[in-house]
C-alpha cells in the first residue's frame, strides 16, 4: 500500500465519485498509524469481495500494508477528507488521541493491552511472533479442575500462556513479546495490538457509537449567576477556563449512530482509521476479545467437558499465570508545552488533577475520552453533587449564625440532679453547653431541615437531568447494557447443568434451593456483624459510665464542668476508631461471603456485595448516632439534654471519617507505589551478571533516558474489579450524614463541600497518576447507587421529624412561647422537683441543699409540696414521680409535628417529582431533531429507491408492508412530537415551522441519513407498491 501526498489526485478519483461509494460499502480499511502533521495519507486497501472471514485477519502485519485477495481498489482523494475538512479545535481535540511512547518497536502498531508474567529468564530481548509450531499447544489436562496435577505449577502456567496467546492470535490479535531491563527481574510483557479489522467487527458486536455529523441544534449556555456577577466571574476566570483551552477540553456536539461497516464513510474522521476510534473503545474492545480468548487448544472438542470453561484473562490472573494486565496510560512528562504536542494525560494532568484548578468545573469530555464513561459518570455525579451542596451550606451557616445572633442568658443558679457520685451541679455550670445547643437547636433549623429533605428530591432530580444531557452527549441516552457473560467461577463451580433453550445448550445451573442456602448464610453472616456493632455501642454506653464515675471521685468542680465533654468526646473518637477498623476487615469477609454465594454475572456480584457492605455500614456508622438521639433520653441525658451529644458524635464521626479518608487516599498510593516500586527493583535471587546489568540499567536511566511505557505502568498499584465502589460508599454514607441528621449539624453540608472539593483532585490524581488505568468501561449510570440514594432522600423525611420532635426542645418551647408570648423562664419551667433532703452529701459546696431540678414534665414527690404548680395550672403530688399532664400535652404535640411535618415535606417532594421532567428541553429537542432526520432519511431511501430496487429481492419482500409505515416514517408518532414547556422557545432569528422544530440548516444531511440506515439504530423501512408511493410524493423531503 502506497502512501502520497494530499494534493496528489488518483487515476480512480477523477471517474467520480459513484463508483467510489458503491464499493466503499463493501470495505475493510486499513491504514498505518500515522501523524497528521506529517502531511501524508495512506491509500486505503479496499477488498471487493463482500465476505471477510477471520483467517484474513491473521494473516496481516500490521496495519501499513495489507493486501486482501487479488483485486485491489486505491482509494484516495476521490472522497472528501472529513478529518482536514473539520475546523481546527475539532481536530485539536481528536490529536490528544496520540502518544508515541504506546507503539510496538515498529513505531506503527498502536498499543491496545499489556500482559504480564514471571519468568526464569530476562534478558531484555525483543523477540519475534512465533508461529504456531513455535508455541506448544498441549492442552492442559492436568489441570486442578481435572483433580489431577502431574505437572510442576511452572509447566501448567506456562502451557495455558502459551495456549491463551495462540487464541488470541487466532482472533485476529497481534502480539510483540518483550522482557524488559534486568532491571523487573523475571518478568516479561506482552504487548497486544488490535489491527483495524478486528477493531471494526468488535465496534460492531459491542455496538460502539461514533460521531456521524455536528449538531446543528445550539443552546446559550446557561449560567447560575446572569447578568453583571456572570461577566465578572468570568473575566476573574475563577470557575472556568479560559476560552482557547475549552474548545480542546470540551467535545463538540454530535448526532452519534453505531458503527457500521457498510456505511464507515459516513462517520467523523473514517479517512483517519488510526483515530476512528478512541483509545478508551480501543482498550474496551481489546479486554472483550481477553475475556472471551480460551486457554487450552481443544476449544471446539465436545468431548473435553471442561475445554468449554477454560477462558478469560480473569481466570488466568487468579491462577498468577499473568501478574498483570492492564491498559497503557499515556506519557506525562515532568514538563511538557501546550499545543498539538501535549497528550490527553498530560492534558488532564494540567487541567483537572492541578490544584491550581480546584475551583474550576471538570472537563468531562476528556475524562470519558481517556477513563470511559462508568469512571466520567462518578465524577460527573461526584461534580454535581458537591456544585448542590453549596446552596445547602450557606443556608446551615446562616442557621447557626441565627442561633449566634439570638443567644439567651436566661440561666439561673439553681441546683441540678446529676446522681449518686455527683448528687449536684449548678445550672449555671452547664450554661456554655445550654449554649452550644441553641446554636443547632432554634426555630431555623426546623425549616433547614424540611428544606434539606426537599433538597435530597431536587438533587436526585437535577442529576437526572443533568445525566440526560451528558448521556445524550455522549451517545448513551439510549444505551442498553448487554447482557453480562456468565462468570468463569461459577462455571467453574457450578457442577449442576440444565437445558438453555435460548442457546440450546447445557450450561450451569444453580437450583433455588442452593440459592436460598447461600442467601441465608450470607444474611447470618451479615446479621452477626450487625449484631457485633451493636455489642460495640453496648461497650460504648458501659465506657461512658465508668468514665463519668473516675472523673466525678475527683470531687473537682472545675473537672465537674468539663466531665460531659470529655467523656463524650473520648467515646466518640473511641468508636471512630473501632468503625474504621471494622471497615477494613468486614470489607474484605463481604467480597469473599460474595465470591461463596457463587453469582452467576458480574452485575449480580456487584449488586450482592453493594446490598451486604452498604446495609452494615449503614449500621456501623449510624447506630451510635441512633442510639444517641432517640433511646439515650429513655436512660437519662445530661442536664443539657441529649441534643448537645448528638452534635459531638455527629460532628465527630462525620468530619474524622472524611479527614482519615482523605488522608489514607492521599498517603496510600504514593507509599504502595514507592513500595512496589521497591520491591521489584530488589529481586529475592540475583546473580553477580544480573546484578551488574541491573546497575548498568539503573545508571543509564539516570543519565536521562526514559523507561518503556509498560514498564512504567507496571510500577504502578493496580486497579481491581471493585475500584469505584469505595469511592462511592464514602460519598454516599456522607449523603447521609448530610441528611438524616442534619437538624442536628447544620454545618454538615459545609464540611461536605469542603471535603468534596478536595476529594474530587486527590481521586483524579489517583486515578491519573498512581494506578494503571483502568478498564475503560461502559455504563449508562451510576447504577444501583442511585436506587440507594433515592432510599436515603426518603427516610430522610421522618428521621429528621423525629430528631426535631424528639430530641430536640424545639415542640415544648414552641408551647411556651405561645402560651407566654416569651422564652423567659422556660428553663424553670422544663424541670421538676426531686427531695435531695435523704442524699449523703460528699461535697461541701452542696451541704444545705434539700431539693434539685431535674429534666422532665413529672409530678412533684409529696415530702415537698402538696400541689405542683405548671404553667397549665395546679396537680396533686405524687411520690413515684409519675408524668404531669404537661408532659402529656408536649407528647400530643411532638406527635402532632412529627405526623405534620412527615406529610407537608412528603407532598412538596412528591409534586417536585412531579412536575420536573427527567429530560431537559434542550435535550428534547436533541432527540426530536434526531428523529426528525431519521424520518426524513427514510423518506429519501423510498423516493430514491423507487427506479432501482424494482427488481431487487429486498423490494419483491418490501410488499408485505403496507403503507401505514410510510405514513408513520413521514409523520412520525404522535408521542413523538409531544410538547413540553418550553421546549420550543424563540431562540432569535430561528423561524419555527408548523411543528416548531424546523430550525435546521438547508444543507444536504445525506451523510448522517445515510449512517442512521443501516447502522442497527433504526430499521429502514421498506418500500410498498405504487399507492405507497405517491403517497410518499407527498410529503417531499
Request: aromatic content about 14%; charged content about 25%.
Amino acid at each position: 500500500m502506497s502512501l502520497r501526498r494530499y494534493g496528489r489526485r488518483s487515476a480512480h478519483a477523477e471517474r467520480g465519485p459513484s463508483r467510489t461509494f458503491s464499493i466503499l460499502h463493501k470495505t475493510v480499511l486499513h491504514s498505518p498509524v500515522r501523524f497528521c502533521r506529517q502531511g501524508w495519507m495512506p491509500s486505503i486497501a479496499v477488498k471487493a469481495e463482500d465476505e471477510v472471514d477471520l483467517s484474513s485477519y491473521v494473516e496481516m502485519s500490521g496495519d501499513v500494508g495489507v493486501k486482501m485477495g487479488n483485486s485491489t481498489v486505491l482509494i484516495e482523494d476521490s472522497i472528501e477528507k472529513k478529518y482536514e475538512s473539520q475546523p481546527k479545535e475539532i481536530k485539536d481535540f481528536f490529536t490528544l488521541e496520540f502518544d508515541k511512547s504506546c507503539y510496538f518497536s515498529d513505531g506503527k502498531r498502536q498499543i491496545d493491552y499489556v500482559l504480564a508474567y514471571e519468568d526464569d529468564a530476562a534478558n531484555g530481548i525483543v523477540s519475534s511472533e512465533p508461529s504456531a509450531a513455535e508455541i506448544d499447544p498441549v492442552e492442559d489436562d492436568d489441570d486442578k479442575e481435572d483433580g489431577v496435577q502431574t505437572r510442576s505449577p511452572a509447566e501448567r502456567r506456562k502451557t495455558r500462556r502459551n495456549n491463551y496467546e495462540l487464541n488470541l492470535q487466532k482472533m485476529g490479535l497481534q502480539l510483540e513479546r518483550l522482557s524488559i531491563s534486568p532491571t523487573l527481574g523475571r518478568t516479561r510483557f506482552v504487548l497486544i495490538h488490535a489491527p483495524f479489522a478486528v477493531l471494526e467487527k468488535q465496534a460492531q458486536l459491542l455496538s460502539v457509537k461514533l460521531p456521524v455529523q455536528q449538531s446543528d441544534v445550539h443552546f446559550e449556555d446557561r449560567t447560575l449567576l446572569p447578568g453583571f456577577l456572570d461577566k465578572l466571574l468570568a473575566r476573574v476566570g475563577i470557575f472556568d477556563f479560559e476560552p482557547t483551552v475549552k474548545k480542546v477540553l470540551e467535545e463538540p456536539d454530535f448526532f452519534t449512530a453505531p458503527y457500521s461497516s457498510d456505511r464507515r464513510t459516513q462517520f467523523v474522521n473514517w479517512d483517519r482509521p488510526d483515530i476512528l476510534f478512541p483509545n478508551a473503545e480501543r482498550s474496551r474492545m481489546v479486554y472483550d476479545l481477553l475475556t472471551r480468548a480460551h486457554y487450552d487448544e481443544a476449544v471446539s472438542d465436545k468431548t473435553k467437558k471442561t475445554s468449554q470453561y477454560r477462558f478469560g484473562i480473569e481466570r488466568l490472573l487468579s491462577q498468577r499465570v499473568y501478574n498483570a494486565a492492564y491498559p497503557l496510560h499515556q506519557e506525562m512528562r515532568s514538563s511538557f508545552t501546550q499545543g498539538n504536542e501535549i497528550s490527553q494525560r498530560e492534558l488532564l494532568y494540567n487541567h483537572w488533577v492541578s490544584w491550581k484548578n480546584i475551583m474550576k468545573y471538570q472537563p468531562l469530555d476528556c475524562v470519558k475520552r481517556y477513563f470511559g464513561t462508568k469512571v466520567a459518570f462518578y465524577f460527573a455525579w461526584l461534580g454535581y453533587y458537591t456544585r448542590s451542596l453549596y446552596a445547602a451550606a450557606l443556608i446551615g451557616i446562616l442557621t447557626v449564625a441565627f442561633g449566634v445572633w439570638n443567644l439567651s442568658e436566661d440561666i439561673q443558679q439553681l441546683p441540678l440532679c446529676k446522681g449518686i457520685t455527683l448528687p449536684f451541679v449548678f445550672l449555671s455550670s452547664i450554661n456554655a453547653l445550654v449554649k452550644m445547643s441553641y446554636l443547632f437547636d432554634n426555630g431555623v433549623t426546623v425549616i433547614f431541615s424540611a428544606c434539606m429533605s426537599v433538597w435530597a428530591t431536587f438533587f436526585l432530580e437535577g442529576w437526572k437531568r443533568y445525566h440526560a444531557e451528558i448521556a445524550w452527549k455522549w451517545g448513551l441516552l439510549e444505551f442498553v447494557v448487554e447482557e453480562d457473560t456468565v462468570r468463569p467461577d461459577f462455571q467453574f463451580r457450578v457442577k449442576t447443568k440444565r437445558y438453555n433453550p435460548v442457546t440450546q445448550q447445557n450450561e450451569p445451573y444453580l437450583s433455588g434451593k442452593k440459592k436460598a442456602m447461600n442467601f441465608a448464610a450470607g444474611g447470618a453472616t451479615v446479621l452477626f456483624f450487625i449484631c457485633l456493632v451493636l455489642a460495640v455501642l453496648f461497650g460504648m454506653v458501659v465506657y461512658r459510665v465508668i468514665c463519668m464515675r473516675l472523673l466525678a471521685s475527683y470531687d473537682n468542680p472545675t473537672v465537674d464542668s468539663f466531665a460531659f465533654l470529655i467523656v463524650s468526646t473520648s467515646a466518640a473518637s473511641i468508636n471512630l476508631c473501632i468503625i474504621m477498623t471494622m471497615n477494613y476487615f468486614y470489607n474484605s469477609l463481604a467480597h469473599r461471603l460474595t465470591r461463596w454465594e457463587c453469582p452467576r454475572t458480574q452485575a449480580d456480584f456487584d449488586n450482592s456485595y453493594t446490598f451486604k457492605v452498604f446495609l452494615f455500614q449503614f449500621a456501623n456508622y449510624y447506630s451510635s448516632l441512633f442510639y444517641v438521639a432517640f433511646f439515650k433520653g429513655m436512660c437519662g441525658c445530661d442536664p443539657a439534654g441529649c441534643f448537645v451529644e448528638l452534635v459531638i458524635q455527629l460532628a465527630i464521626i462525620m468530619c474524622g471519617k472524611q479527614f482519615f479518608s482523605g488522608m489514607v487516599e492521599f498517603a496510600y498510593p504514593t507509599f504502595m507505589s514507592l513500595l512496589r516500586r521497591w520491591q521489584f527493583m530488589a529481586p529475592m535471587v540475583e546473580t553477580k551478571k544480573q546484578r551488574q546489568d541491573r546497575i548498568r540499567e539503573e545508571n543509564s536511566k539516570r543519565s536521562g533516558d526514559v523507561i518503556k511505557r509498560w514498564e512504567a505502568d507496571y510500577y504502578l498499584n493496580p486497579t481491581y474489579d471493585q475500584f469505584l465502589f469505595d469511592e462511592y460508599l464514602e460519598m454516599v454514607l456522607q449523603f447521609g450524614f448530610v441528611t438524616l441528621f442534619v437538624a442536628a449539624f447544620p454545618l454538615a453540608p459545609f464540611f461536605a463541600v469542603l471535603n468534596n472539593i478536595f476529594e474530587i483532585r486527590l481521586d483524579a490524581y489517583k486515578f491519573l497518576v498512581k494506578t494503571q488505568k483502568p478498564v475503560p468501561a461502559q455504563a449508562k449510570n451510576i447504577g444501583i447507587w442511585l436506587v440507594i440514594l433515592d432510599m436515603i432522600s426518603k427516610i430522610t423525611v421522618p428521621i429528621n421529624a423525629l430528631v426535631i420532635a424528639f430530641t430536640s426542645d424545639f415542640v415544648p418551647k414552641m408551647m411556651y412561647y405561645l402560651e407566654n408570648k416569651s422564652m423567659l423562664g422556660y428553663v424553670n419551667s422544663s424541670l421538676s422537683y426531686y427531695d435531695a433532703s435523704d442524699f449523703n452529701l460528699k461535697s461541701s459546696q452542696f451541704s444545705n441543699v434539700t431539693e434539685c431540678r431535674y429534666r422532665g414534665y413529672r409530678l412533684s414527690p409529696c415530702t415537698l409540696m402538696s400541689q405542683t404548680t405548671t404553667m397549665y395550672g395546679t396537680e396533686v403530688c405524687d411520690d413515684e414521680l409519675g408524668f404531669s399532664s404537661v408532659w402529656w400535652k408536649v407528647f400530643a404535640a411532638r406527635l402532632l409535628f412529627v405526623v405534620v411535618f412527615e406529610h407537608v415535606v412528603f407532598i412538596i417532594k412528591l409534586l417536585v417529582e412531579y412536575i420536573i421532567p427527567d429530560v431537559p428541553s434542550r435535550i428534547f429537542i436533541q432527540i426530536q431533531r434526531e428523529k426528525y432526520l431519521v424520518r426524513k432519511a427514510l423518506l429519501s431511501e423510498l423516493i430514491a429507491g423507487k427506479g432501482t430496487a424494482e427488481a431487487s429481492p429486498e423490494h419483491k419482500a418490501s410488499k408485505r408492508f403496507s403503507s401505514e409505515c410510510v405514513s408513520r416514517a413521514v409523520n412520525g408518532d404522535s408521542s413523538d412530537n409531544a410538547f413540553q414547556p418550553g421546549s420550543f422557545e424563540d431562540r432569535g432569528g430561528a423561524e419555527d415551522d408548523a411543528d416548531g422544530i424546523e430550525s435546521s440548516r438547508k444543507e444536504s444531511n445525506s451523510s448522517f441519513f445515510t449512517a442512521l440506515q443501516g447502522s442497527g439504530s433504526v430499521q429502514t423501512l421498506p418500500q410498498t407498491d405504487e399507492a405507497s408511493l405517491a403517497t410518499a410524493k407527498e410529503y417531499p423531503s
